[in-house]
């Protein structure tokens, strides 16, 4: 019984740990959904630096923990991602963001956890918060644009009109 009914469990699991291999027949769907991940995972940094300007120790544990899966999810959804009409830069840069928002997640993020914890007032620690904010900038620096770039030539060579988001809020995955 016991054999039949994890058989049954992995037999329904295992489709859903597994990420499903994406194509787009137009290369807006394609942008969008990149770009729809990408929210995403801001959304959820957003909700981080919100709990840490409030100094709410455990709603920033949370919200860490929050940003880190939002990561693996979209990190694994954009790896899924076939190439569009063979172009894989755009795709690639996306990979190469979320990886860089996956180390900060890993490491600035929690080095800021651990300040807040130990007091932002204590010793030098408001140097050191500022210091981790500025490696956060500079290694998001030339990742972001490389993205950007990568975008906008995805955006010329098929022909895909760039707008700027209506809504802060994450757009619905559109599905193939």
């Keep these: 019984m016991f054999t039949r009914a994890f058989l049954f469990f992995l037999l329904l699991a295992v489709p859903v740990m597994l990420p499903a291999q994406t194509s787009f ?49 979209s990190l694994a959804a954009v790896k899924a991602l076939k190439p569009y009409k063979n172009n894989t830069a755009f795709r690639d840069a996306a990979v190469a963001l979320f990886q860089m928002y996956e180390s900060i997640a890993g490491n600035e993020y929690l080095e800021i956890i651990a300040l807040m914890n130990e007091g932002i007032d204590v010793g030098n620690n408001r140097s050191r918060f500022i210091d981790v904010l500025g490696k956060i900038d500079i290694r998001s620096k030339v990742v972001n644009d490389t993205f950007l770039a990568k975008q906008k030539a995805f955006a010329e060579e098929f022909n895909v009109k760039l707008e700027a988001p209506k809504t802060e809020e994450a757009p619905k995955t559109k599905t193939p």
Excluded: P, W
């Design 25 to 73: 027949k137009h290369a807006v769907d394609y942008n969008d959904f990149i770009i729809g991940e990408q929210t995403r995972i801001g959304t959820a940094i957003n909700a981080f630096n919100e709990a840490c300007g409030k100094g709410k120790l455990n709603q920033m544990n949370t919200r860490h923990a929050e940003v880190v899966s939002q990561i693996k999810t």
